[in-house]
């Protein structure tokens, strides 16, 4: 396999398993913990090479997870002081962590080797070096292993509480009421993006981390409703800004997780300009069209209650048209039949045009 | 210049050297600005929009580095500032112009900006250019590249930002506590709003050499949050986050010079945060500590008087009650301490005639309350609780008052001592009223 491939593929497996748990952390209004959790994980990756010197994967997985939850039940204590707001709350919490991170990478570096690229840029590009061996067998790229199974799991965890989920997020009252524990599902859901988080860490780098989680599920939800589709947009999205990402790194040579945020914050901007049920151009339409609605009812009822015509003057100084308006209102009616210009420049209604005003005021 | 030459005699007495007094001096500044602007942010819930601001200033650090080709550190701070801005507006843009709720937008804008800002630093930073070298100091900061010129910059951009709040600390303290008030007596709130935003940003651009974009946040909101906890005066909060952020920034800066591999922006942030931890914990009446000794110390209290009752339950007529029918040991020895039993003859309890009263008072408080709960409270009579409350904390005086007397009209037969120091009110004036 081409050691392109190998990169857009571990690319792709990042984006799909953090817009997985990314769209109900966007979804329940927990973004932002999601951006704490992508920060302190570097303590928990830190601890587990400083007390046991080695890369085991699944170590990695289990400590960052611990270092997640204490992040989450952290936020949650300082919060319940009643001392200090939520918001405040994570902005201590998670620096406080990175920073601890930091300083065991720069106090020991002989044991922890991770080097500070590392941790802010991923190490996407050196996939391809990386092969997964077990009894001495090569059993493959090790990423792939890696970002799979966490996938699976993702995949799996949201498919057996989809149900759970769906209902914790969008009635948590009914779900506490017929016996589904918020607690319960708030932490598990915290652990499966602390645990997706570590493993996306090592490809993508701290920060980036937290625009696979946030940013392909914010665009999916511009572009939906349903939570089946808003799923399969954000992982359609995730990995598309990888593969975009890996192209745009390749052709301005720069770094490839930087580029894939880059790709996934332009892919957001077109959904928030063109998506057809949220976007802001459609926003805009629809505010178009029904001010056209509104005017057309107006030209119609007043026609029809001053017995015959009016010219544009009178609309004008009636409504406070200006003349674009007025002459987009009324070339409008004319041209759908509703209203016809006399020979003195007044307007009448039509046969249709009566019909279309009685509508009017019927409402 | 005072404060800069202030500082440098100070640094020659430590004997400290060149650049050990810029980094004391620039975290120290930083604080300063950080602490002061944090708390608007704070007490405007926008803890976060800081965290968002600065990483977006990265990829303007980037552009301008890339347009101009030097890291003159004002420079980058102008290309910082006006992308920090631009992350703002795209913030605002999203939450107003979409269903996206602002944790999202805030973590849309963050990242995105933040990966751009990457993108533009790899790519520098592969075109092997000499100059480069040292930019990505900001993202953890790097204080020990401070030179003498840079804390120059940052002291007098904090003096400027400093001037600011306290020419319009009115303005800006109306708009923390209450918006829609300072629009409706006439202050604009979207200029002040910008204007703050705006000073914010420049606290960021502070200090993005010396902490950096990604732990930037923590020096805004730490010494607000700790701050907090030791006063109610928004002036007062100013000045001592103003000292905690000053502080942490003197702590860490030395710290990590003395200590060898200790980086500072690192420090500084821990140094913040412990001081937060002290402060929610110990920092006088909002102190998480004495709140619970207080809780303790209430729930004590409400045992003993239980206690108490049901002593007096037990003794009847007789005022004694037999030793081996009470278990609570502890609570007796505090009624014992507090006078209110004594021992009696063959191995017996007796209430002593303060117990006595203490007693009369406990029922008669009980009794007050019950009649508040059921009266004026409208409770029906299974679900008034029965335990002694301490009600004259919670009712107000006047409907004690009223309470206590209706409750003399009627119980004529027995005579309850009054709470110590309640104004003695004649029934009768009591009931023309």
């Known amino acids: 396999m081409s050691s392109e491939l190998v990169v857009i593929i571990t690319g792709v497996l990042v984006g799909a398993s953090c817009a997985l748990v990314g769209c109900f952390l966007v979804l329940r209004r927990m973004a932002l913990l999601g951006d704490a959790i992508s920060h302190s994980v570097l303590l928990g990756i830190v601890g587990v090479f400083f007390f046991t010197g080695g890369r085991s994967a699944l170590l990695m997985v289990l400590g960052a997870g611990a270092v997640g939850l204490l992040t989450v039940s952290l936020v949650e204590l300082i919060n319940r002081t009643g001392r200090v ?274 509508d009017v005021a019927a409402g | 210049m005072s404060i800069v030459a202030g500082y440098l005699m100070f640094g020659v007495d430590l004997g400290l050297d060149y650049t050990l007094r810029n980094v004391i001096l620039g975290s120290a500044v930083l604080g300063l600005v950080g602490g002061v602007l944090g708390c608007f942010a704070v007490l405007r819930r926008q803890s976060l929009v800081g965290d968002a601001l600065a990483h977006a200033a990265l990829p303007g650090v980037c552009l301008a580095f890339m347009l101009t080709g030097a890291k003159g550190t004002f420079g980058l701070m102008v290309g910082a500032a006006i992308s920090g801005w631009i992350g703002t507006l795209a913030l605002l843009a999203i939450v107003r112009g979409s269903r996206i709720k602002e944790d999202a937008a805030l973590g849309v804008v963050l990242s995105v900006f933040f990966g751009v800002g990457i993108l533009l630093l790899t790519r520098i930073q592969r075109t092997g250019d000499a100059a480069q070298s040292g930019l990505d100091r900001f993202l953890f900061g790097q204080a020990a590249t401070l030179v003498e010129r840079d804390v120059q910059l940052m002291a007098v951009l904090s003096a400027v930002v400093l001037a600011i709040v306290w020419l319009l600390f009115k303005e800006f303290k109306l708009l923390s506590f209450d918006p829609d008030f300072a629009a409706a007596v006439g202050f604009a709130p979207t200029p002040l709003t910008v204007l703050l935003t705006t000073l914010i940003v420049v606290a960021v651009v502070i200090g993005l050499q010396t902490v950096g974009v990604v732990l930037m946040v923590a020096l805004l909101i730490a010494p607000a949050s700790a701050a907090r906890q030791w006063t109610n005066r928004l002036g007062r909060m100013l000045a001592l986050a103003g000292l905690f952020g000053a502080l942490s920034g003197v702590v860490g800066a030395v710290l990590s010079a003395r200590i060898s591999r200790l980086p500072t922006g690192p420090t500084i942030v821990l140094a913040a945060t412990a001081i937060v931890a002290v402060s929610v914990l110990f920092a006088p009446e909002r102190g998480v500590l004495w709140a619970g000794i207080r809780q303790w110390r209430h729930r004590r209290r409400l045992q003993v008087a239980a206690l108490l009752r049901d002593l007096a339950d037990r003794a009847g007529a007789t005022g004694r009650v037999d030793a081996p029918a009470l278990a609570a040991g502890g609570d007796l020895r505090a009624l014992r301490r507090r006078g209110w039993v004594g021992a009696g003859p063959d191995s017996a309890w007796v209430l002593t005639p303060t117990g006595e009263t203490e007693v009369r008072r406990a029922r008669r408080q009980e009794a007050v309350w019950k009649r508040y709960l059921g009266r004026q409270m409208n409770l029906p009579p299974e679900a008034i609780h029965h335990g002694v409350m301490e009600m004259e904390r919670v009712l107000p005086d006047d409907t004690l008052r009223l309470l206590e007397a209706e409750l003399a009209r009627e119980e004529a037969a027995e005579a309850i001592p009054r709470r110590p120091g309640t104004v003695v009110v004649d029934p009768g004036t009591e009931a023309a009223r």
Not at chain 1, 96 to 124: C, N, T, W
Not at chain 1, 166 to 192: C, E, N, Q, R, W
Not at chain 1, 213 to 239: K, N, W
Not at chain 1, 322 to 343: H, I
């Open chain 1, 85 to 358: 707001r939520e918001d405040a709350a994570i902005g201590l919490v998670f620096p406080a962590l990175f920073s601890l991170g930091v300083i065991f990478v720069s106090r020991f570096p002989s044991r922890v080797h991770l080097d500070v690229e590392h941790v802010l840029y991923g190490e996407i590009a050196y996939a391809p070096f990386y092969r997964f061996e077990l009894f001495g067998l090569d059993l493959g790229y090790r990423s792939f292993w890696m970002l799979g199974i966490m996938a699976a799991l993702d995949l799996l965890f949201v498919g057996l509480f989809y149900k759970e989920l769906k209902l914790a997020t969008f009635d948590p009252g009914l779900a506490a009421a017929i016996g589904f524990s918020p607690v319960v599902i708030h932490y598990g859901l915290m652990a499966a993006v602390s645990a997706t988080t570590v493993v996306a860490f090592d490809s993508v780098g701290a920060i980036l981390v937290v625009a696979m989680l946030i940013v392909p599920p914010s665009t999916a939800y511009l572009l939906t409703d349903r939570l089946t589709t808003m799923f399969a947009l954000a992982v359609g999205t995730g990995a598309a800004s990888a593969v975009g990402g890996y192209w745009l790194a390749r052709s301005i040579d720069g770094s490839i997780a930087g580029a894939m945020a880059t790709v996934a914050g332009l892919l957001f901007v077109a959904a928030f300009l063109l998506s057809p049920l949220h976007g802001l151009v459609a926003r805009l339409l629809r505010l178009r069209h029904l001010r056209r609605v509104f005017a057309r009812g107006l030209l119609l009822s007043h026609l029809e209650g001053h017995h015959g015509s009016a010219d544009l003057a009178t609309l004008r100084c009636r409504f406070l048209w200006n003349a674009r308006t007025a002459a987009a209102v009324t070339r409008g009616a004319v041209r759908d039949g509703l209203v016809r210009e006399t020979t003195s420049g007044a307007y009448t209604l039509t046969e249709q045009g009566r019909g279309a005003a009685r």
